[in-house]
């Protein structure tokens, strides 16, 4: 069963649906050095190495036609995002920057390509 909770991002008021407990979370190991494909169904926490300044860049939701993630730590933590298929989204320091593309949204998972890019 998957339920539906209210997010408020960018001043935006979102339907999100979050997965029924028990659902597969996504490997997240894999994105931890900010470089990864990864598909998501609803709010997951994927920890990254801190050369951004990001530590946790948090999938907050997914509707049918957007993404909203937050970051954690660094010099902007707590930023949010929103974008859908096609969009990117970018948050890092002085030092690198870390950018989320949507790839695909399809059937309540998206597709999001996460890479890092050392300034």
């Given at each position: ?38 598909a998501v169904s609803g709010p997951v926490d994927i920890p990254l190495d801190g050369r951004a ?7 907050v939701g997914v509707t049918s036609y957007a993404v909203a993630v937050s970051i954690k730590g ?46």
């Open positions: 069963m998957v339920r539906s909770i209210a997010v408020l991002a960018l001043g935006a008021l979102l339907a999100v649906a979050v997965p029924a407990a028990g659902a597969a979370t996504p490997d997240v190991s894999s994105c931890f050095n900010g470089t990864c494909t990864i300044g990001p530590t946790v860049l948090s999938v660094g010099p902007n933590g707590g930023s949010v995002s929103m974008t859908g298929v096609g969009g990117r989204m970018a948050f890092g320091s002085d030092r690198a920057r870390i950018t989320t593309s949507v790839r695909s949204i399809q059937g309540g998972v998206a597709v999001l390509d996460i890479s890092t890019t050392v300034r």
